[in-house]
DNA sequence: CAGCATCCGCTTTGATACTG
DNA sequence: CAGTATCAAAGCGGATGCTG
């Protein structure tokens, strides 16, 4: 992209990150970190192949990502985030929490990955009781699974399936967010095909932050 | 710009304000306020006229902004952030702050305003002796004024001069913002343009919040 | 197959000119 | 002042081809 050239902050993070696709690369890589150029791919559905191929290019040489040739057994390159390409973590939080009301009803050409929950799990959810045991949630949804995990009163997110879940959300991925964000009564979302097994107790200890019930 | 089709809220964020020059208007309608076509304009150089009346069009559909037609002293329209855009200002402090370490030397083709610093005053500024008298600093660059007011421990800007400034400081942009922000000894800045009438304990309260003084 | 580079049709951008 | 109209150039998306 052409520069702004203008001397203010936002004009300058701009012309290293206001390109189309340059945030959701980072994104990518915040969630998976070090990752080879085809999962990046795959995680960026849409994207021309010689586009990814540049912007990994220009990202680097902005010290915001770096690849590395992994050794012999894996034997390909994988690119990982900076300590400065991972400060931008806040602009992707800022970013997730001003879009997340427009999560309403997923259209059927919209694609989706289970892992992108990790990104309104951590920042929008947090330990309704977080002096209870802590609570494992197996989440099912779109062929893939991930776990969500109260710690210190916060979510985390992980990838893969829990060993003892308290809880096993099954369904679209809209009812689950709109329940869990409290869009969605339980009763709607499963008529939108959500199922659940074990406590829902468990669920309920996820509760969205202020200023993001509505809606 | 295109949607990505994505069920993310980042990307659904970008759809709406990932566009060129996207954030950039709102950066100017939140430190503007109303603004009319021409000082969008003024303070978006190189944007083509087209490119902003577009913008302004999508802006307005996206529930960004609103344009009033102001009474008939005035008789034209203004453009003003709706409270669904103001919120964009968690994003763009996100950004400023993560761009503010790429504000070194100024270029010579770098555009500037003097509103402008706004930005960095309110959000990488404290005052460092909240407890003491509040003061007042004039700061004149680039033809124009602006004054930076200690409130509660935080730092305002507001356009034009003060009444009574406790200092005045009157350079080349980089220079005020490299002292300011700590990264340019006062020698130094003095070097490169900066004269300071008044008290230099009044500048000195003026700190970078912790993360913002390397580089 | 992973990691690109090349080509091509289309859309977006930026510069300029023009209008009520 | 507040835009619209026009057009060349750049960027994007999709398909395909090349190399280890």
């Known amino acids: 992209m052409r520069s702004y050239e203008q001397y203010c902050a936002v004009a300058k993070a701009l012309d290293v990150v206001g390109d189309?696709?340059?945030?959701l690369i980072v994104r990518e890589l915040l969630l998976r970190d070090a990752s080879r150029y085809t999962d990046l791919m795959d995680g960026l559905p849409g994207i021309a192949t010689n586009l990814l191929a540049n912007r990994l290019r220009e990202l680097e040489e902005a010290d915001v990502?770096?690849?590395i040739d992994a050794p012999p057994p894996i034997a390909t390159?994988?690119?990982?985030?900076?300590p400065r390409g991972r400060e931008l973590a806040s602009v992707l939080e800022a970013l997730g929490r001003w879009g997340?009301?427009?999560m309403t009803k997923r259209a059927d050409s919209e694609e989706f990955r289970a892992y992108w929950l990790a990104f309104p799990a951590m920042h929008l959810l947090t330990d309704a009781?977080?002096?209870d045991p802590p609570v494992t949630i197996e989440v099912r949804t779109n062929?893939?699974?991930v776990r969500l995990e109260t710690v210190d009163g916060a979510v985390r997110a992980m990838p893969g399936p829990a060993e003892h879940p308290d809880a096993v959300l099954t369904g679209p991925p809209d009812a689950?967010?709109?329940?869990?964000?409290?869009?969605?009564?339980?009763?709607?979302?499963?008529r939108r095909g959500l199922r659940l097994e074990g406590s829902i107790a468990a669920v309920r200890r996820?509760?969205?932050?202020?200023?993001?019930t509505a809606n």
């Open 20 to 23: 189309r696709w340059t945030l």
């Open 65 to 67: 990502l770096r690849r």
């Open 77 to 82: 390159t994988l690119y990982e985030l900076t």
């Open 100 to 102: 997340s009301p427009l």
């Open 129 to 131: 009781a977080p002096k």
């Open 143 to 145: 062929d893939d699974v």
């Open 176 to 190: 689950i967010l709109g329940l869990l964000m409290g869009r969605v009564e339980f009763s709607k979302a499963k």
């Open 206 to 212: 996820l509760q969205p932050v202020a200023g993001h």
